[in-house]
């Protein structure tokens, strides 16, 4: 039985998988250039008082909160990305950063960006 074991990668798949996760980088940076904007510009929009009613305070206030869930989301994605792009430049991809076993191809299928295996991340 020869299953359990995680074959290395090839120069191939890492560089696919290196393309993949500058492109998803690339994206991230993207979204948060436009929700920094789009924060940036309902700052100063409040700060002119611009919206007078209650409703539309309080629906563009909702409007912020999203804004800046996603913003928050988008930037530990980028994070998340980022640091898996170094420890593949590193020929670390695929190895739990926490007890250095394989993460598992089908785990990485899933997630690309996992750094810990199944042990470490329970
Ligand atoms: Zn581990």
Redesign the pocket.
Known sequence: MTTDIDPAWTTEELSSIRDGLVLAAERLRAEIAILDTASAQAVSASTLEVLHDEIDVASHRSELMQDAVQLENATAILEQTEHVLARLDLGLYGV??????A?GRPRLEAFPRAT??M??VA
């Open positions: 739990c950063e926490r007890c250095s076993a993460i810990l295996c042990t470490c």
